[in-house]
Nanobody, 126 residues
Framework: QVQVVESGGGSVQAGGSLRLSCTVS????????WAWFRQAPGKEREGVAS????????YYADDVKGRFTISQDGAGNTMYLQMNSLKPEDAAMYYC???????????????????WGQGTQVTVSS
């Protein structure tokens, strides 16, 4: 059984930093998209960043480029999202998701992901 668990959310002031972590267990594919999505109240879920586990190729949404960094550990079962220079508009519930690259589609297509964590809240005050 696949388990996806996020941690690291919290409250910061604008300009501050947070580091989110995501641990995946029970997943057997080796070439995967690991991704972070976020959803603010009243808004659709949107892709934030993704990493391809076998190549470490990374993708970012335009509004987080240069501020957020996605990475994975050497063992391949933990993913991180380092968030710097946080803005109030970054506040949302952040979700970790994983899927096999071979299932097609783009990294930010949330409908393609079949394993999700429960989410971790990020609050940014101005």
């Amino acid at each position: 059984q696949v388990q996806v668990v996020e941690s690291g959310g919290g409250s910061v002031q604008a300009g501050g930093s947070l580091r989110l972590s995501c641990t995946v267990s029970g997943y057997t594919f080796t070439t995967n998209y690991w991704a972070w999505f976020r959803q603010a109240p009243g808004k659709e879920r949107e892709g934030v960043a993704s990493i391809v586990t076998s190549t470490s190729i990374t993708y970012y949404a335009d509004d987080v480029k240069g501020r957020f960094t996605i990475s994975q550990d050497g063992a391949g079962n933990t993913m991180y999202l380092q968030m710097n220079s946080l803005k109030p508009e970054d506040a949302a519930m952040y979700y970790c998701a994983v899927r096999w690259v071979g299932s097609g589609g783009t990294w930010f297509d949330s409908a393609k992901y079949n394993h999700w964590g429960q989410g971790t809240q990020v609050t940014v005050s101005s």
